[in-house]
Every structure is written in C-alpha cells, then in structure tokens.
C-alpha cells in the first residue's frame, strides 16, 4: 500500500557528511510520524529520529547536535542531515512511515535500507 524509496547513503570519512532521503508514495491519504532507524551489524535496530506531522522531534541522544530530520509534507519526504559522521555511525538507514491509506488502513511501512559506512 505504502512504497518507500532511500537514497543517499555512502562511504564518508570520519567528520563528513551525509544526506538521507525517503520518498513515500502509494495510496496514501494521510502521513502521520516519519522517522529514520539504523542496524548496526550483530545490533538490534534503533531509532535515530522521528518527525511528526507537525514537526514535534523526536531523537537519540547519539545524534543530538549532529543529525537533523525534516519533512516536506506536500512531496511526501523525509530527510536526514548527517553532519559530524563518526565510524561508529556505520549502519543500514531505515526509513519508516506511519500512515493512513485511502482506504483507510493503518500502517507502518520501512524502506529497504541505505548503507552508511564511516571510515577513520
């Protein structure tokens, strides 16, 4: 019902910097929470941030200061700003999306991950 499409993962240095994004499409009537996860090898997955539909944040303590999320409603997107990358950053993204489709079905949908990898 919801498609989920990442893009902007790759190999950064140490203090570099990344783009996430994720374009949801589908028959979607409404989008609700939007949020980026991440799984580390041999790891369970975590939240790395989360943005409602109207714009309350929601972040791990590890990317405080360094990680920015955000959403363009009208395209259905959500971004993360990487900045400041550290090898312990390595992990696959995952984008996830809450939402309402037209017919009127929740769901919670997840990307097919986009590898980060930081070198030192």
């Known amino acids: 019902q919801v498609r989920l499409v990442e893009s902007g993962g790759g190999l950064v240095q140490a203090g570099g910097s990344l783009r996430l994004s994720c374009a949801a499409s589908?028959?979607?009537?409404?989008?609700?929470?939007m949020g980026w996860y991440r799984q580390a090898p041999g790891k369970q997955r975590e939240l790395v941030a989360a943005?409602?539909?109207?714009?309350?944040?929601n972040s791990a303590d590890f990317v405080k200061g360094r990680f920015t999320i955000s959403r363009d409603n009208a395209k259905n997107m959500v971004y993360l700003q990487m900045n400041s990358l550290k090898p312990e950053d390595t992990a696959v993204y995952y984008c996830?999306?809450?939402?309402?489709?037209?017919?009127?079905?929740?769901?919670?949908?997840w990307g097919q991950g986009t590898q980060v990898t930081v070198s030192s």
């Open positions: 943005i409602t539909s109207s714009g309350t944040i």
């Open positions: 996830n999306v809450d939402a309402m489709t037209m017919m009127g079905l929740i769901t919670s949908s």
């Open positions: 589908g028959r979607i009537s409404k989008i609700n929470a």
